[in-house]
């Protein structure tokens, strides 16, 4: 039980690790691509590993703050309907 609980922290590490690189990278023009794929990808495994999800007002929240320019000013400025990870989601994909 030892052994797993220490690889379930290891995995953990991991992942945080490169949650941590994905978002430094964000930026405007590869905001999309990263909340297509890496993101998601990442944001899931988490939730696989844990058995929980992360709270929508850190999602949001990490997204506010890990984009720039224009996009970043949109969100901010909308940031009253932006409320869920979904909307935010929506609004950088579209």
Do not use: F
Not at 7 to 36: F, K, M, N, P
Not at 65 to 73: D, E, H, Y
């Amino acid at each position: 039980m030892i052994e797993q609980s220490e690889e379930a922290i290891i995995g953990l590490v991991v992942i945080s690790r490169q949650l941590h690189y994905l978002l430094s990278q964000i930026t405007t023009d590869s905001a999309r691509l990263s909340v297509r794929s890496e993101w998601e990808t990442l944001k899931n495994r988490y939730g696989r590993l844990t058995g929980t999800t992360l709270p929508d007002t850190i999602l949001v929240a990490t997204l506010l703050n890990k984009t720039a320019g224009p996009l970043q000013q949109h969100l901010r400025l909308n940031v009253r309907t932006l409320d869920t990870y979904e909307n935010v989601k929506s609004v950088i994909l579209a």
